[in-house]
């Protein structure tokens, strides 16, 4: 069940919108000012600026993890914070894929049990797979990420590299409308980045989900649709450059 406010015949509302936000951490200054950003549908967003300016906090905030000190972030049209933080909890479980900056996976589950906990966390989610077992389609991701013969792995056991495959992986099953993606390239040499961006972007593709990429690498640039800058510090408005 879909928890979206798109009313039948109504356009698709943005995948992201957000207004006048500022963040602050308990007891801190204000480390985000974002007066206005929209995400569309289907839309892949480049997203940089320099270290501590504030990429995972907004990332947080779109994911519903963070919830702002001023100003409204909607997902899909929905506010995020006026759901209860269980309802936040359901609605990034159902419509978000999320590869950390710090992968967060769950240490005592297996590769394969990480990958698909979004679809035993939603049914939406598992729905989307059209019939698929969540195995399998876990399995081809992994495959596709080159980690297939890891899926029975504790991710306690696996590389810094082979990790950021496995969130990956749980980020892109059960085709979430809006991926953000968490500097996913640092720890991978350029073939397999080349080969994980493909991927990424077909995947995105297939399913429409918008996608908003960190990364310090400036070179990916140029395969996004539209850059957005945040400035150092961030006490100004978020530049954005449209490439
Ligand atoms: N949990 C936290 N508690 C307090 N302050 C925090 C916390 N997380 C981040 N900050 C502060 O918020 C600011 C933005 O941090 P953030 O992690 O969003 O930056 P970033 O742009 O993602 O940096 P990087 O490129 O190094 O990952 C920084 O000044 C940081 O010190
Ligand atoms: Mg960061």
């Known amino acids: 069940m879909s928890s979206t406010t798109d009313g039948a015949g109504a356009p698709p509302r943005p995948a992201a919108e957000l207004r006048d936000v500022r963040f602050a951490y308990q007891g801190g200054c204000d480390v985000l000012d974002l007066p206005a950003l929209t995400i569309g549908r289907g839309e ?13 906090t907004l990332l947080g905030l779109l994911a519903g993890v963070l919830v702002p000190r001023t100003g409204t972030v909607q997902v899909l049209g929905t506010t995020l914070s006026a759901l209860s933080s269980g309802a936040r909890d359901r609605f990034r479980a159902e419509h978000l894929g999320y590869v950390f900056q710090m992968f967060n996976l769950i240490p005592y589950l297996s590769v394969r049990e990480n990958i698909t906990l979004p679809c035993r966390l939603s049914p939406a989610r598992r729905a989307r797979l059209r019939g698929v077992d969540a195995n399998i389609e876990a399995a081809q991701l992994a495959a596709r990420l080159e980690i297939a013969e890891l899926l ?9 590299g082979q990790q950021q495959r496995v969130g990956v992986a749980r980020a892109l099953i059960g085709a979430p409308e809006l991926v953000v993606c968490d500097e996913p390239t640092s720890a991978l040499d350029s073939d397999r980045r080349d080969r994980f961006l493909e991927l990424l972007f077909a995947r995105c593709d297939e399913a429409g989900s918008a996608l908003v990429f960190v990364s310090h690498d400036l070179s990916l640039a140029t395969r996004f649709q539209r850059t957005v800058a945040l400035p150092e510090l961030n006490t100004a408005a978020g530049r954005e450059m449209v490439g």
Do not use: I, M
């Not at 892949?44 to 995972?56: I, N």
């Not at 029975?152 to 810094?160: F, G, K, R, Y």
């Open 44 to 56: 892949r967003c480049f997203l940089h600026g320099p270290s501590g300016s504030g990429k995972t």
């Open 152 to 160: 029975d792995q504790p991710v306690t056991a696996l590389s810094v």
